[in-house]
Nanobody
Framework: QVRLVESGGGLVQAGGSLRLSCAAS????????MGWYRQAPGKQRELVATITVGGWTNYAESVKGRFTISRDNAKSTVYLQMNSLKPEDTAVYYCNTDSRGLVWGKGTLVTVSS
């Protein structure tokens, strides 16, 4: 059974940093391009960043230059380093493949106070 477990969220002041982790189990993690998504209250889930099997990355304009996605295939884990956080980054953050092909995990809540 495929399982995605996100962690690392919390409450941080604007300008602060957090590092999110997403551990995958029950699947061959290394064959998937992975992504981080977020869903703010009352809004649709949006794609924030992606990373290919080979390590190429892409970012939403709203986070470009502030967020960095990375992966460790040996640990079946994808990370999201978030710097210079803004209140508008407040959301529940999820990981999945770049095509949303796996069952969603519970996500991890990031709250940025002004």
């Amino acid at each position: 059974q495929v399982r995605l477990v996100e962690s690392g969220g919390g409450l941080v002041q604007a300008g602060g940093s957090l590092r999110l982790s997403c551990a995958a189990s029950g699947t061959i993690f290394s064959i998937y391009a992975m992504g981080w998504y977020r869903q703010a209250p009352g809004k649709q889930r949006e794609l924030v960043a992606t990373i290919t099997v080979g390590g190429w990355t892409n970012y939403a304009e709203s986070v470009k230059g502030r967020f960095t996605i990375s992966r460790d295939n040996a640990k079946s884990t994808v990370y999201l380093q978030m710097n210079s956080l803004k209140p508008e980054d407040t959301a529940v953050y999820y990981c999945n493949t770049d095509s949303r092909g796996l069952v969603w995990g519970k996500g991890t809540l990031v709250t940025v106070s002004s």
